[in-house]
């Protein structure tokens, strides 16, 4: 080979990949969040799960798991019905280590100031590596107040659900060291009109019920069990269907199809039919949505933890890049117009993770406040947060160029990735309804937001937070037509109320002047001349 032919396949203005790096060490915005939020306590554990997710092969498992998709095994070689799905073993390893830090469970296996925030910091880094593996330890995270009403099931669920051992194996919950749960909640008739449901429930008279009927859309389906949703004969109910009947046998869920999604591709979501399926009742009979009402709420919050994340992992790639990335004799973050593009990236990011963590502490607190803000605040912020993540990942995606449009980047997976959230769970016109009823029901909502957007000494914000207030205690309350446009500003001004509060003065005077003007939702990279984007982006930028 000439010295010509080498130079001419030379790789040069190539940044380096992101790896390793510590989550949590190079994230001033999460660890700032992590100490606000009343759980300092976790900083330690949060460190070594940043470093260790951070680590090549850890980066590593994410790509496998979605380049190896879970397969469904519905019959054995001599047609016994197997019903099993088989996974890559990078997913069983990102599993393994999301329930070796509590991810799951921490918060009820040991509560504490703090409980619920030291854990979505944990998801919050789980998910920038892989998001598929977090559907199952989301849902069995919600699942636990939901158990709670049941003492007798959850005497024996719970003390699995509690331990951090990963068990995969396809077994009885009694002979295995710890369990998952999964959710069965949308029929292909309703959706998200969960009272349209007509997969039915017959009372066998021993205390357990038998259930028949078909699930659009049942999550991680090889979870030890799941919570469903069928109509008993006092109506809509809530049941625990576990993988196998007490005898030991499997129990009659029938997978009919793996669904073949969007993104999330590392993780299974399933059509399936129950042929009498063994399940016991949770909570009181005909008052399903009730009982499954607190395993929704933690689940949204889950959605907002997920989004927020999204956004991170796909910022702190844009900004590596245009560290090491020289166009026109001039790295890109050197560049005005790709600063600003950078910066406003960044406060989106901020914004939203600053939100998400003030709503997680509303899950340590039990007092009256608490409750109205998570009553309120969870559909809002799940809203607004979900429907600006594909945004973001979009730009983020083109700061670096065709390199990031192709499958051996991150970014396709995060773009991907990204509208999910939205959807499960209940979309954004769900949610902006939610929002309207709870400001219709509690009393004291109008108050306690009231208290939460007081910021002495910024204009914008009290200009923009006392219309919002008005049209909070006024008609536009109860115009369902206009919900939306009254949710998003609710979120910005909690937004801006938070970056003034405890961000940079660079960080909140950018968030005010871009996103109460009445112009937030359009381009990025349009922020005021005047703003600081060098210092936002420093700020944001990832230690590696």
Not at 214 to 232: R, Y
Not at 309 to 334: G, T
């Amino acid at each position: 080979m000439t010295k010509e032919s080498r130079v001419m396949f030379e790789v040069a203005n190539q940044p380096p990949p992101l790896e390793p790096y510590n989550l949590f060490a190079s994230d001033t915005v999460l660890r700032e969040c992590v100490t606000r939020e009343k759980a300092d306590w976790a900083e330690g554990g949060l460190q070594a799960l940043g470093a260790t997710l951070g680590k090549p092969e850890t980066i590593k498992l994410g790509f496998d798991a979605n380049r190896f998709p879970p397969q469904l095994k519905t019959l054995d070689r001599y047609g016994h019905r197997l019903d099993e799905v088989e996974f890559h073993p990078a997913w069983h390893e990102l599993m393994a280590i999301a329930l070796r830090a509590g991810l799951h469970s921490s918060p009820w296996a040991k509560p504490q100031a703090g409980a619920h925030v030291a854990r979505a910091a944990g998801t919050y880094m789980l998910n920038q590596i892989e998001s598929g593996v977090y559907c199952p330890i989301a849902m069995t995270y919600g699942s636990v107040p939901t158990l709670q009403h049941a003492p007798d099931v959850a005497a024996v669920w719970l003390p699995k659900i509690y331990s951090r051992d990963y068990d995969k194996r396809f077994m009885t919950v009694g002979q295995k060291s710890g369990a998952l749960l999964g959710m069965g909640m949308t029929e292909n008739q309703g959706g998200s009109d969960l009272r349209t449901n007509a997969t039915r429930a017959e009372a066998t008279g021993d205390g357990s019920f038998r259930l028949y009927g078909h699930k659009w859309f049942m999550s991680a389906p090889m979870c030890d069990g799941f919570l469903v949703l069928a109509q008993s004969g006092k109506g809509l109910s809530c049941f625990l269907m576990p993988r196998f009947a007490p005898d030991g046998t499997r129990n009659a869920i029938r997978i009919l199809r793996l669904k073949d999604k969007l993104g999330n591709k590392s993780n299974a979501s399933s059509e399936v039919e129950f042929e009498g399926a063994y399940a016991q009742l949770i909570g009181e009979e005909g008052r399903g949505i009730p009982t499954i009402i607190e395993m929704g709420n933690h689940t949204r919050l889950e959605c907002s933890i997920g989004s927020s994340s999204l956004m991170r992992a796909a910022v702190v790639q844009a900004i590596h890049h245009a560290r090491h990335r020289v166009v026109f004799q001039k790295k890109l973050v050197d560049q005005p117009l790709m600063t600003n593009v950078l910066a406003d990236l960044a406060l989106e990011c901020e914004a939203a993770t600053m939100l998400t963590f003030r709503l997680a502490r509303a899950y340590d607190e039990d007092d009256d406040v608490a409750t109205v803000f998570r009553r309120v605040v969870t559909p809002a912020a799940k809203f607004w947060i979900c429907k600006r993540t594909p945004n973001v990942t979009l730009e983020a995606m083109e700061v670096l160029g065709g390199s990031g449009y192709i499958e051996e980047s991150v970014m396709p997976r995060l773009y991907r990735e990204a509208p999910v959230n939205s959807i499960w769970e209940g979309s954004g016109n769900v949610m902006c309804l939610d929002v309207l009823r709870a400001l219709g029901r509690t009393a004291n909502a109008a108050e306690i937001l009231h208290t939460e957007l007081r910021v002495p000494g910024e204009p914008r914000l009290k200009a923009f937070a006392g219309a919002l207030e008005q049209r909070l205690l006024g008609a536009e309350r109860n115009d369902e037509a206009q919900a939306r446009a009254l949710v998003r500003d609710l979120v910005l001004a909690l937004q801006a109320a938070l970056l003034i509060k405890h961000a940079p003065a660079v960080v909140a005077d950018a968030f005010c002047a871009s996103r109460l003007s009445g112009e937030s939702g359009g381009a990025f990279g349009t922020l005021p001349r005047g703003v600081d984007t060098r210092a936002i982006i420093e700020r944001a930028g990832p230690v590696h």
